[in-house]
């Protein structure tokens, strides 16, 4: 049976953050988390200690739950219809599976069909298995120098040196919010928003259909620096 747990990664220390999380909170519902998800908690990080520090206390929560999957979103997420309970319905495509429910165009996709996978995340909303995401701690703690403050990228290099890929659903059924300022001073020329977001409902969507796999064109190569043993993978 899939059972969800969700920790919301929150930068408390900034108004537009605090406002942020509200709308969300708003928009997921407070009836609908009750109803279908097992547990809710907001990690916040008023003094800034970083993506990673907080991102570590969502997983490390998540893990020690009975759930058998973990969602961490961050505090500037917009969401399909129906999102808190259709997520299922995506789960139980991949149940084995980390699964991205938001890639930006920056680290697009080739042309195809309902599902992508890359070679990592991207840290708007990503669900966890529980054994994976407990695989992952300790992989990390073992393999990946501590002073780096990517969590996704973690994320990215756990699944390149361990031969796993991350599934993206299309069109996503995330978008994120990038009228705000970034916690990670990000700013491109390429808006952080999906390309491909799906505004109605999550049940408007067959995602059992796997054919015609997407494949992304983004490359952890940069970011193996960060490895304790850059020749692991």
């Not at 952080?192 to 999550?202: H, M, P």
Request: net charge negative; with cysteine; hydrophobic share 40%.
């Amino acid at each position: 049976m899939i059972t969800i747990s969700c920790a919301v990664m929150h930068t408390v220390c900034r108004k537009d953050r605090r406002e942020s999380l509200e709308r969300m909170i708003q928009e997921l519902g407070e009836n609908n988390i009750i109803s279908y998800w097992q547990d809710f908690q907001i990690f916040g990080d008023m003094f800034q200690k970083g993506s990673w520090w907080n991102a570590k206390r969502c997983m490390e929560w998540g893990a020690a739950l009975k759930t058998s999957h973990h969602l961490i979103l961050q505090d500037d997420c917009k969401f399909s219809e129906d999102f808190v309970a259709g997520l299922k319905t995506l789960i139980a495509v991949w149940p084995n599976e980390i699964i991205c429910l938001f890639f930006g165009p920056r680290k697009g996709f080739k042309e195809g069909g309902r599902w992508g996978e890359a070679e990592g995340p991207w840290g708007q909303a990503i669900i966890y298995p529980q054994s994976l995401l407990k695989e992952f701690l300790i992989w990390e703690k073992n393999n990946i120098k501590p002073e780096f403050k990517h969590d996704d990228s973690r994320v990215a290099l756990f699944c390149a040196s361990t031969g796993r890929t991350v599934k993206v659903p299309f069109p996503n059924v995330v978008d994120h919010m990038d009228e705000m300022q970034s916690t990670m001073n990000h700013r491109g020329f390429v808006p952080r928003v999906s390309d491909n977001f799906l505004k109605e409902s999550i049940y408007s969507i067959d995602w059992n259909d796997v054919s015609n796999i997407r494949q992304s064109i983004n490359s952890v190569s940069n970011d193996k620096k960060w490895l304790i043993d850059e020749n692991i993978s």
